[in-house]
């Protein structure tokens, strides 16, 4: 049974890095075809990528955030990390680590954490 | 402002049809085959119901559909139940130099 969970901080100051840890069981980031991302949701909005690594160590980020994020996995403890800096209230948001398998769903997400609320405010 | 573009909402009675839109560009609704559809009930995560344009994992009903016409893409939500009261997003592979891309969501409500 895959689960994902997401822990950090649940609140942070403006201009501070956040790290976010996704720890993860019942798969393995070693697999071919396999990828471990972030997605965020600020309360009452839409969703949004942030950033994905694969099986390969390829990742992925998005473009208009790429500068202030580094997504890195540690296959052996089966864990990946998101770091952001440069943190503004508008990074209010939940915070969902997710699994997608491209063999089996190709580039959709068939498991999602439960996510973390991280709350960025002075 | 969310990269792909989606009716903020939508309804239908029991029973009946509704469909839902998902505009995008060349770049990635229209570029790829990867279109995907999410249901996320009020304080829960969302859930995969069509992956690829118009696969349905295992366990989703086949009441949920996808299609996809040049830039857009759709999702049609037939017989529709009460259960189905729900936000729908949209998501699509962009490019190699993007993680991805998701709709600003649709409110779906079942009169």
């Known amino acids: 049974q895959i689960t994902l969970k997401e822990s950090g901080p649940t609140l942070v100051k403006p201009t501070q890095t956040l790290t976010l840890t996704c720890s993860f069981s019942?798969?393995?980031?070693?697999?071919?075809?396999?990828?471990v991302g972030w997605i965020r949701q600020p309360p009452g909005k839409a969703l949004e990528w942030l950033a994905v690594?694969?099986?390969?160590?390829?990742?992925r980020y998005s473009p208009s955030l790429k500068s202030r994020l580094t997504i890195t996995k540690d296959t052996s403890k089966t864990q990946v990390v998101l770091t952001m800096t440069n943190l503004d209230p508008a990074d209010t948001a939940t915070y969902y680590c997710?699994?997608?398998?491209?063999?089996?769903?190709?580039?959709?997400?068939?498991?999602w954490g439960q996510g973390t609320l991280v709350t960025v405010s002075s | 402002q969310s990269a792909l573009t989606q009716p903020p909402s939508a309804s239908g009675s029991p029973g009946q049809s509704v469909t839902i839109s998902c505009t995008g560009t060349?770049?990635?609704?229209?570029?790829?085959?990867?279109v995907s559809w999410y249901q996320q009930h009020p304080g829960k995560a969302p859930k995969l119901i069509i992956y690829?344009?118009?696969k349905r994992p295992s366990g989703v009903p086949d009441r949920f559909s996808g299609s996809k016409s040049g830039n857009t893409a759709s999702l049609t939500v037939s017989g529709l139940q009460a259960d189905d009261e729900a936000n729908y997003f949209c998501?699509?592979?962009?490019?190699?130099?993007?993680?991805?891309?998701f709709g600003g969501g649709t409110k779906l409500t079942v009169l």
């Open positions: 998501s699509s592979y962009a490019g190699s130099n993007n993680a991805g891309v």
């Open positions: 690594i694969y099986w390969n160590d390829d990742q």
């Open positions: 060349s770049s990635d609704v229209g570029g790829y085959v990867y």
């Open positions: 690829e344009v118009s």
């Open positions: 997710v699994h997608k398998d491209l063999v089996k769903y190709s580039y959709g997400i068939d498991y």
């Open positions: 019942g798969f393995s980031l070693s697999t071919s075809g396999v990828a």
